[in-house]
C-alpha cells in the first residue's frame, strides 16, 4: 500500500475510539416507532432520575450512525501536506434476544446499509455504498468483504448493568466476511471494523451513572477502548446531567459531556503499528430516554492529532492533524409485544 493510500486508512482507525453518536434518518414517534411515556422522576419534577440502559427482551432498536471526518496529514517524503476526507454512514438493527444467567442480556445486531467515502486532495480513493451495485466491485478492494457485511450478524453478551461483556461470535463473523477478500480489502475492513468500534455499537451504558441524579449533577466516565495500531485508546470524560428534553417525541434527559482522548500506541501489527493520539479533545451532547432506558441521540466532535511511523521511512514520522463529527441516532423503535 503506497504512503497516500495508507493515509487514507489510517484516519479509520480513529473510528474504534469515538464512534458514539449519529443522526437519525427516521424520526421516532412517526408511524412505527412507538414512544414511551417519562417516567415519574425526571428532572422536571426536581427529582432524582436514574441513568441506566434497560435492554428489554424483545425490543428491536435500529441507528444510523454519521462520521464526517477532516484531516490534514504531513509527510516527509511530500511536498506540501494532504488534505483529506472521510465519510461513512451506517445503519444498523438491534435485537434483544433473550435473559442469560445473572440477569444479563444476548443481543443480535444486523448491518443494514453502508457507505463509505475516502478522498485526498479532492480525489476519491475509497468508495462504497452497499445500496448501489457497481460494476467496479472487483477493483474495489472493500467492496467484497464490506458487502458481505450487510445482512450479517453479531452476537453480545451484556452484563445486567447493561455494559457489554464479550462479542460472542467475534472470529466467526469476520472469518465468514473476510473469505476470499484481497489482503488489501481484509487489512482496511479489519482497521474499520475493530473490536473497539463493534464494542461502541452497543455499549452506551459506559456513559451512564447507573444511579440517580439531578439537574446540575455530574459523574466521572474513563473508557478504554482497543483501537488496533493505535493501541488502547483512553477517554477520560466529566457528563452533566442538564434537565429535561424532548428528542424525536421521546421524554429525553440531555446529557453534555466533555473530556479529552489518548492512546498509548501498540507496537507490531502491520505496516501502520505505533501510532498514537496526542491532544485529544471531545465535547458531545446525548439525549437518553431513562423511561425506557435507550440511547435516543447523540453527537459529538473531537480533535486530534494522530502521529506515526512510515512503512519503510526509515524512521520517519508523519502527522495527521484531525477534526471529526459523529452522530447517532435511533431510526426506529419496536418494543416487545406485551
Not at 150 to 164: A, V
Amino acid at each position: 500500500m503506497n504512503t497516500q493510500k495508507m493515509l487514507a486508512v489510517l484516519v479509520l482507525l480513529g473510528m474504534g475510539a469515538t464512534a458514539c453518536s449519529k443522526k437519525s434518518s427516521t424520526g421516532a414517534g412517526q408511524e412505527g416507532n412507538a414512544a414511551p411515556a417519562a417516567t415519574a422522576g425526571s428532572p422536571a419534577n426536581g427529582a432524582a432520575t436514574t441513568l441506566a440502559v434497560r435492554w428489554t427482551v424483545g425490543d428491536h432498536l435500529t441507528y444510523r450512525m454519521d462520521f464526517d471526518q477532516h484531516s490534514t496529514s504531513k509527510v516527509p517524503q511530500l511536498p506540501k501536506p494532504l488534505e483529506q476526507t472521510v465519510v461513512l454512514g451506517l445503519t444498523y438493527s438491534i435485537e434483544v434476544q433473550k435473559e442469560t444467567p445473572g440477569g444479563g442480556r444476548e443481543l443480535e445486531l444486523e448491518f443494514v446499509t453502508q457507505e463509505m467515502d475516502v478522498t485526498m486532495g479532492g480525489q476519491p480513493v475509497i468508495a462504497f455504498d452497499s445500496k448501489e451495485k457497481s460494476k467496479g466491485d472487483r477493483q474495489n478492494p472493500v467492496a467484497g468483504p464490506f458487502r458481505k457485511t450487510i445482512g450479517s450478524r453479531i452476537r453480545y453478551q451484556m452484563e445486567s448493568s447493561g455494559k457489554l461483556a464479550k462479542i460472542l461470535n467475534l472470529d466467526e463473523w469476520r472469518n465468514g466476511v473476510l473469505e476470499g477478500a484481497s489482503e488489501q480489502g481484509k487489512q482496511i475492513f479489519l482497521q474499520t471494523y475493530n473490536e473497539g468500534y463493534l464494542r461502541q455499537l452497543v455499549d452506551y451504558a459506559y456513559g451512564m451513572p447507573g444511579v440517580g441524579v439531578r439537574e446540575g449533577d455530574s459523574w466521572p466516565v474513563k473508557l478504554e477502548v482497543p483501537s488496533g495500531p493505535i493501541g488502547t485508546v483512553v477517554l477520560n470524560m466529566k457528563s452533566t446531567l442538564r434537565g429535561a428534553e424532548e428528542r424525536q417525541a421521546y421524554k429525553c434527559v440531555r446529557i453534555e459531556s466533555t473530556g479529552t482522548m489518548t492512546s498509548t500506541g501498540a507496537m507490531g501489527i502491520g505496516p501502520m503499528a505505533n501510532m498514537k493520539i496526542e491532544n485529544g479533545r471531545l465535547t458531545g451532547t446525548s439525549w437518553f430516554d431513562p423511561s425506557a432506558g435507550m440511547l435516543v441521540e447523540s453527537g459529538s466532535s473531537q480533535t486530534m492529532r494522530i502521529r506515526g511511523g512510515i512503512p519503510g521511512g526509515q524512521g520517519a514520522e508523519f502527522t495527521s492533524d484531525v477534526s471529526q463529527k459523529v452522530t447517532v441516532a435511533l431510526a426506529e423503535y419496536r418494543a416487545a409485544k406485551k
